[in-house]
């Protein structure tokens, strides 16, 4: 299975700043990878698809990059509703596999 | 406004079979889309079981195909897993989703439901 690693694994920033969040496949998978946000006792959300495409009714301030094996999510202006866990998955492969999340949390 | 909820018992015996339901709202399981289940052990990552397509036509997980059946009920507008011989390695928060095809061999998913924890205990 391609194994899909999340960096930092916690993140603690404040409101209005620049969130950065890495994710890195064992092998590349060119632009299959979608993001999601978590809450606790909610639905997963998603976010992210094709690496960069916004799902619709996401905000603006979500976006993605990156191709092959290293992709990134940035969240230009940290909002407190933006406090929650954040996961990568790569669906280049039948087994479509996750990250391990990255938890953003109050500075 | 499409919407997912998992129901089941949220304690299984350990060699028993899991039996969850995934009921839909505003939309016909049978019209269109895969449909699937995803879950997340207690401290651990998340992991794709299987998918449906509205045709009935199954998807599995190589690691848990032997033990894992996925069946739609359209009667009811629902979809259930069944997962047999469990262990306590089962134990997790199990999700239903909205699977969506890419032109690759995976899925990504754009709707979940919130989740129910079955624990595997004696």
């Known amino acids: 299975d391609i194994q899909m690693t999340q960096s930092p694994s916690t993140l603690s920033a404040s409101v209005g700043e620049r969130v950065t969040i890495t994710c890195r496949a064992s092998?590349?998978?060119?632009?299959?990878l979608a993001w999601y946000q978590h809450k606790p006792g909610k639905a997963p959300k998603l976010l992210i698809y094709?690496?960069?495409s916004l799902e619709s009714g996401v905000p603006s301030r979500f976006s993605g990059s990156g191709s092959g094996t290293d992709f990134t999510l940035t969240i230009s202006s940290l909002q407190p509703d933006d406090f929650a866990t954040y996961y990568c998955?790569?669906?280049?492969?039948?087994?479509?596999?996750f990250g391990q999340g990255t938890r953003v949390e109050v500075k | 406004q499409v919407q997912l909820q998992e129901s089941g018992p949220g304690l299984v015996r350990p060699s028993e079979t899991l039996t969850l339901t995934c009921t839909v709202s505003?939309?016909?399981?049978?019209?269109?889309?895969?449909w699937g289940w995803v879950r997340q052990p207690p401290g651990k990552g998340l992991e794709w079981i299987g998918n449906?397509?509205?045709?009935?036509?199954?998807y599995l997980s190589p690691s848990l195909k032997s033990r894992v059946t996925i069946s739609l009920d359209t009667s009811k507008n629902q979809f259930s897993l069944k997962l047999s011989s469990v262990t306590a390695a089962d134990t997790a928060v199990y999700y239903c989703a909205r699977p969506i095809v890419a032109t690759t061999p995976g899925w990504y998913f754009d709707l979940w439901g919130r989740g129910t924890l079955v624990t595997v205990s004696s």
């Open positions: 998955q790569q669906y280049y492969s039948y087994s479509q596999t």
């Open positions: 505003g939309y016909s399981v049978s019209r269109a889309y895969y």
């Open positions: 449906i397509y509205h045709t009935g036509s199954t």
């Open positions: 094709k690496a960069s």
């Open positions: 092998q590349s998978i060119s632009a299959w």
